[in-house]
């Protein structure tokens, strides 16, 4: 089962423009991470926001947390070419310790030169 | 530091026959696990191990799916007999204590059940 839902599940911009992605689930979590995928590779982590957070920022991108709304979203600013690919939320749930992490469906990102 | 080595990267089978997918961790990570995903997914975990111990395999289909990790550090998922529906991409990841969590993700093998 997948607990975290991302929205929309396909977004495509043009280079430059700012790409919002959210995620929401259903449980308690220890901590929120976004995962990137290329086509036909493994997953990279991006950036792990926890509970008690409720923003965070790397390079390009910006990731929120609301936990009384049970959503995050990933801001990815100034986007290029090389940011297309898939972006998975994963989620933390409290029940699972630290070690457990439940996946969404992810967004499939285009981004046009 | 090398990554996460999966072998094979790409699997082509009869339904029916068997498949072993082989995956050597982060050296130094001691948790491991084995996702499946299919095409326009996410991961979904069939198991985890700490160490040499599967600690979470509740997601394992163990009627055919079988899994080993002998000494704490290479991994083997075996399906047999595969079935049509087994067709997709098996991911290896690995983490430590040490990393909060954050998993490190092999390139994955595709199977293929004809």
Redesign the interface.
Known sequence: SQQGEEDPQALSIQEGENATMNCSYKTSINNLQWYRQNSGRGLVHLILIRSNEREKHSGRLRVTLDTSKKSSSLLITASRAADTASYFCATAPVSGGYNKLIFGAGTRLAVHP | EAG?VQSPRYKIIEKKQPVAFWCNPISGHN?LYWYLQNL??????LI?Y?NEEAV?DSQLPKDRFSAERLKGVDSTLKIQPAELGDSAVY?C?S?STDS?????????TRLTVL
Do not use: H, K
């Not at chain 2, 326009?40 to 975990?45: A, F, K, M, S, W």
């Not at chain 2, 909060?100 to 994955?108: D, I, K, L, R, T």
């Open positions: 996460v948790t326009g997914q996410g991961p979904e975990l985890r700490e979470d991911l990841a983490s909060y969590n954050e998993q490190f993700f092999g390139p994955g």
